[in-house]
């Protein structure tokens, strides 16, 4: 190993870390190690070069100078993509405890020139060929001209290295060997420096194929370094390419490696990272598991270890945990010791854990997951400068963020917004309109509140590739409504599926793209006309009625949805029947989900109005007249014309189809249970229909399939056999009626209906089929008068009978929550609770 310098260079400076080739000095480095960062800090103040060179792109060179700008806050990324195709893109990241970023700070502090010289992006881009099965995936961090996801033998140094030292973790020995030195202590550079030198003799490239190519390139720049800025120049570069930058070339050697590269045009911008991304294998090829960890090393002026331990000690305060000054105290003892038993210079990583979870967490793992996922990785998310290169639309975006308050964050939120509020409807609108733009910032989550329509929930996360999202994106349009108008209206030409026209539809109305509507408009209309698959209509219909809600919180003119709508529904109630008949066990479980979700949406769909519906609606329902409506069924010269009322035609037809070939008994048992939830089926039409899909005459498995579609299904069945006895003991009664042979057949059946219920239920009905039948309805009354107790003990839980007094003590607020006038009087309110 070389040992001379250049003239003036101090003698000492291999004692600082560093290999001192014939001219430039080298400083092999950890990507993201804070040891490394250390010396690098070091052996710079003592070289003092003229010029600093960093193993990136060199397309970075023009943006360098925004690292001193005071609104740059690592972690961040150079992140370089194609500049027509921005799904093909790779990340640089720095973060804060990063060799590179400090030599960065180290360089431009003093007005030394910062220069980049690997492989340059528009090469390292060509080579990643879309479609390459060793490229990364498009937008995924990693490093340029390297494999992603691909399975290939790689030599990983720092391993090779540990167990030559007798070390089983190579994260252990690279701490005990570098992080926890002190400055005067690098002279261990040197050292795995020369070890790199022996272990690229031994395993050549290692499984890293490019690497010919990338020091290449790094010589050639190395020399034009020394042409342009003289002799005194430092180079901070992984230490694997310390032997091949030391080694002797001849610039015609290193320009025939060159030649031929594909090359394409790239450009590059400066991006916020995170510590969370950084903990993944990403950019260097250089993943960290404990980023956070490795931040506070570096950063802590002092006693690196008692304030780590205070940091974990407020967290778990924050959180609850009983924690208090003398555990900590006791915690970095613990640690000393276990450090000193373990043979190793500092408490590490692997002792502070040790020790926090004896001391502070009582030996549970639960809050070290806490502390691993909040401190030792942490969810900091770095910050650009708005001066910094972007495209147009991401400009757009961070304007709307910082007009609406929504800055983005690394660590996942939820945020509640109210719609009847301008602030919030206008952040509603970003987010969904990233989310038609494949920006996924926001997701939907229930809502914890009320599950109105002018309520919605959204768990926030910002993550680093999303910035490569964006550009992607930015081939729409130059502002988020722009863009995301243009995609809309493509999609809405490109879509194929009614079903997808319809989602489309309602996203565009979520969004807020009037100017996107009237394609999505004509498309959705050209798909309904064509479609007469009732599925297809089924399964369009929830998200158009959806679209109507929306449009009317939102202040959105919904008319031409609202006729679509209505003409689809219309076009079901047609078909519906006919389609339900002869299915499989399968088909019937899909029919099911589409007529429960038509349900859904025709009881919240508006009357048509009297000009109809711009879709045909072809030839009337049959209704049939098999299924008595009962006596609760509404009556009223429009009540059966109204579009509502012919749905329960519908489903009285398909409740009472038992011929062949006969609808399933899943179907016909959910028509019947929606129509006796929508008070148009008797109690006792209910009961009649019970017996007979439960006669003798009927296949015991299509008996249970029709007790699985009336009371199964978590739309409450269990309640109503609770509370209708006469139904529980039909049920009961078939049961027990079932032969030997075909028990098993139906047992899966009976099992899936009644898992669904809730523990109580399950309970509640058990004792009610112990206790044996009670008394018909109104026997209790006609026999003992009003308020007469029953002659069977109630259920466990239930009382004697139906108490008006109690009853009507809730009748108030139940008035007062539906915006009715109070009730005058005592006696009316009791009569109303009857």
Same mark, same amino acid.
């Given at each position: 190993m070389?040992?001379g310098g250049?003239a003036g260079?101090?003698?000492?400076a291999?004692a600082?870390?560093?290999?001192v080739p014939?001219?430039?000095?080298?400083?092999?480095v950890?990507?993201?190690?804070?040891?490394?960062a250390?010396a690098?800090?070091?052996a710079?103040?003592?070289c003092e070069?003229?010029v600093?060179l960093?193993?990136g792109?060199p397309?970075?060179?023009?943006?360098v100078h925004?690292?001193a700008?005071?609104?740059?806050?690592?972690?961040v990324?150079?992140l370089?993509?194609v500049a027509n195709?921005p799904g093909r893109a790779?990340?640089w990241?720095?973060?804060?405890?990063?060799p590179?970023w400090?030599?960065?700070?180290?360089a431009l502090?003093?007005d030394?020139?910062?220069?980049?010289i690997d492989?340059?992006?528009a090469?390292s881009?060509a080579m990643?060929a879309?479609?390459?099965?060793?490229?990364p995936?498009?937008?995924?961090p990693g490093?340029p001209g390297?494999?992603?996801?691909a399975e290939?033998?790689r030599?990983?140094p720092?391993?090779?290295?540990?167990?030559?030292?007798?070390?089983e973790?190579p994260?252990?020995?690279?701490e005990?060997v570098?992080?926890?030195r002190?400055?005067g202590?690098?002279?261990?550079?040197?050292a795995?420096?020369?070890a790199?030198?022996?272990?690229?003799?031994?395993?050549?490239h290692?499984?890293?194929?490019?690497?010919?190519v990338?020091?290449?390139?790094?010589?050639?720049?190395?020399?034009?370094a020394?042409?342009?800025f003289?002799?005194?120049?430092a180079?901070?570069?992984g230490?694997?390419?310390?032997?091949?930058?030391a080694?002797?070339?001849?610039?015609t050697?290193d320009?025939?490696l060159?030649?031929?590269?594909?090359k394409?045009?790239a450009?590059i911008?400066?991006?916020?990272?995170?510590?969370r991304r950084l903990?993944r294998?990403?950019g260097?090829g250089?993943?960290?598991?404990?980023?956070?960890?490795?931040?506070?090393l570096?950063?802590?002026p002092d006693?690196?270890?008692?304030r780590?331990?205070?940091?974990v000690a407020g967290?778990?305060?924050?959180?609850?945990f009983?924690?208090?000054s003398?555990?900590?105290i006791e915690?970095v003892?613990?640690?000393?010791?276990l450090?000193?038993?373990r043979g190793?210079?500092?408490?590490?990583?692997?002792?502070t854990?040790?020790?926090?979870?004896a001391?502070?967490c009582?030996?549970?793992?639960?809050?070290i997951?806490?502390?691993r996922?909040?401190?030792?990785v942490?969810?900091?998310?770095?910050e650009?400068p708005?001066?910094a290169?972007?495209?147009?639309?991401?400009q757009d975006?961070?304007?709307?963020?910082?007009?609406?308050?929504l800055?983005p964050?690394?660590a996942?939120?939820?945020?509640e917004?109210?719609?009847?509020?301008?602030?919030d409807?206008?952040?509603?609108r970003?987010?969904h309109r990233?989310?038609?733009?494949?920006?996924?910032w926001?997701t939907?989550a229930?809502s914890?509140?009320?599950?109105?329509?002018f309520?919605?929930t959204w768990?926030l996360r910002?993550e680093?590739e999303?910035?490569v999202?964006?550009?992607?994106?930015?081939?729409?349009?130059t502002?988020?409504v722009s863009?995301?108008t243009?995609?809309?209206e493509?999609?809405?030409?490109?879509?194929?599926?009614?079903?997808?026209?319809t989602?489309?539809?309602?996203?565009?109305?979520?969004?807020?793209?009037?100017d996107a509507?009237?394609v999505?408009?004509?498309?959705?209309a050209?798909?309904?006309?064509?479609?007469?698959?009732v599925?297809h209509?089924?399964?369009?219909l929830?998200?158009?009625v959806?679209?109507v809600r929306?449009?009317d919180?939102?202040?959105?003119?919904?008319a031409?949805l609202g006729?679509?709508a209505?003409?689809?529904?219309?076009?079901?109630?047609?078909?519906?029947?006919?389609?339900?008949?002869?299915l499989?066990?399968?088909?019937a479980?899909?029919?099911?989900?589409?007529?429960?979700?038509v349900?859904?949406?025709i009881?919240?769909?508006p009357?048509?109005k $009297?000009?109809? *519906? =711009?879709? %045909? +609606?072809? /030839?009337s329902? !049959? @209704?049939? $007249?098999s299924? *008595? =409506?009962? %006596? +609760?069924? /509404?009556s009223g !010269? @429009?009540?059966d014309?109204?579009?509502?009322?012919?749905?329960?035609a519908?489903?009285?037809?398909i409740a009472?189809r038992?011929?062949?070939?006969?609808?399933?008994?899943?179907l016909r048992?959910r028509?019947?249970r929606?129509?006796?939830?929508?008070?148009r089926?008797?109690?006792d039409?209910?009961?009649?229909?019970?017996?007979?899909?439960l006669s003798?005459?009927?296949?015991?498995?299509e008996?249970?399939?029709?007790?699985?579609?009336f009371?199964?299904g978590?739309?409450?069945?269990g309640m109503?056999l609770?509370?209708d006895?006469?139904?529980?003991?039909?049920?009961?009664?078939?049961?027990?009626?079932v032969?030997?042979?075909a028990?098993?057949?139906?047992?899966?059946?009976l099992?899936r209906?009644?898992s669904a219920?809730?523990t109580?239920?399950?309970r509640?009905?058990?004792?009610?089929?112990?206790?044996?039948p009670g008394p018909?309805?109104g026997?209790?009354g006609?026999?003992?008068?009003e308020?007469?107790a029953?002659?069977a003990?109630?259920?466990?839980?239930?009382?004697?009978?139906l108490?008006?007094?109690?009853?009507a003590?809730?009748?108030?607020t139940?008035?007062?929550?539906?915006?009715?006038?109070?009730?005058?009087?005592?006696?009316?309110t009791?009569?109303a609770?009857?």
């Open positions: 070389p040992v250049p260079a101090p003698e000492t291999e600082a870390g560093v290999i014939e001219w430039p000095v080298l400083l092999g950890r990507h993201h190690g804070p040891g490394s250390r690098v800090r070091a710079l103040d003592e070069p003229g600093v960093i193993e792109p397309e970075a060179d023009a943006l925004l690292a700008d005071e609104d740059m806050r690592p972690p990324a150079l370089a993509h195709d790779g990340f990241p720095l973060a804060g405890f990063s590179e400090a030599a960065i700070q180290w502090a003093r030394v020139p910062v220069r980049f492989l340059p992006a090469n881009l990643t879309k479609g390459d099965a060793d490229a995936e498009p937008g995924k490093k390297e494999p992603g996801d290939r033998v030599v990983d720092l391993a090779v290295l540990a167990e030559a030292a007798g070390y973790d994260e252990r020995w690279w005990d570098v992080e926890h002190s400055v202590g690098t002279a261990a550079f040197a795995v420096g020369e790199m030198g022996e272990l690229r003799a031994a395993y050549g290692g499984g890293h194929e490019d690497d010919a990338r020091e290449a390139h790094m010589r050639l720049r190395m020399h034009a020394r042409r342009e003289g002799e005194r120049v180079v901070v570069c230490a694997w390419h310390v032997p091949a930058l080694a002797r070339s001849t610039v050697a320009r025939k060159l030649r031929g590269l594909p394409v045009k450009e911008s400066w991006v916020p990272w995170t510590h903990a294998h990403s260097y250089a993943g960290i598991a404990s980023p956070g960890w490795y931040s506070h570096f950063h802590a006693r690196p270890l008692e780590w331990l205070t940091k967290l778990l305060r924050g959180e609850d009983v924690v208090s003398a555990h900590v915690a003892r613990l640690a000393e010791t450090a000193a038993l190793r210079p500092l408490a590490g990583l692997a002792e854990t040790d020790a926090v979870r001391v502070m009582e030996g549970s793992d639960v809050p997951a806490l502390v996922d909040r401190l030792v942490g969810d900091v998310l770095g650009v708005a001066s290169p972007a495209v147009p639309l991401q975006l961070r304007r709307t963020q910082r007009s609406l308050r800055a964050e690394a996942e939120r939820e945020l917004l109210d719609l009847r509020k301008d602030m409807a206008a952040r509603s970003l987010l990233l989310r038609l733009l494949g920006v996924g926001g939907p229930s914890r509140g009320s599950t109105g329509t309520r919605e768990r910002w680093p999303l910035a999202r964006v550009a992607e994106a930015g081939v729409w349009g502002t988020v863009a995301a243009a995609k809309a493509s999609e809405a030409l490109g879509a194929t599926a009614l079903a997808e026209v989602e489309l539809a309602e996203r565009c109305l979520l969004a807020a793209l009037p509507l009237p999505v408009m004509r498309a959705l050209d798909r309904a006309a064509l479609d007469a698959d599925g209509l089924a399964q369009a929830p998200a158009l959806r679209s929306y449009g919180v939102r202040g959105t003119d919904t031409a006729e679509v209505a003409g689809l529904a219309e076009r079901i109630l047609v078909g519906l029947p006919p389609a339900c008949v002869g499989d066990a399968d088909g479980a899909d029919m099911l989900r589409h007529l429960e979700a349900h859904r949406a009881g919240l769909l009357e048509p $009297p000009s109809g *519906p =711009s879709v %045909p +609606s072809g /030839p329902v !049959p @209704s049939g $007249p299924v *008595p =409506s009962g %006596p +609760s069924t /509404p !010269p @429009s009540a014309d109204s579009l509502r009322a012919r749905w329960a519908v489903l009285r037809a009472g038992d011929g062949a070939p006969a609808t399933p008994g899943l048992g028509a019947a929606l129509l006796l939830d929508d008070g089926l008797a109690e039409e209910a009961a009649r229909l019970m017996r007979l899909a003798p005459g009927t296949a015991p498995p008996a249970a399939s029709w007790i699985e579609g009371i199964g978590g739309a409450g069945g109503l609770v509370h006895e006469r139904l529980l003991g039909l049920v009961d009664g078939w049961l027990t009626s032969p030997a042979e028990f098993t057949d139906v047992l899966p059946l099992r209906t009644f219920y809730d109580g239920v399950r509640t009905l058990g004792e009610l089929v112990r206790r044996g018909a309805a026997e209790a006609a026999e003992g008068g308020g007469a029953p002659a003990p109630a259920a466990p839980g239930f009382g004697a009978g108490d008006a007094a109690r009853a003590a809730v009748v108030p139940v008035r007062l929550l539906l915006g009715l006038d109070p009730a005058p009087d005592h006696d009316d009791a009569e609770a009857r």
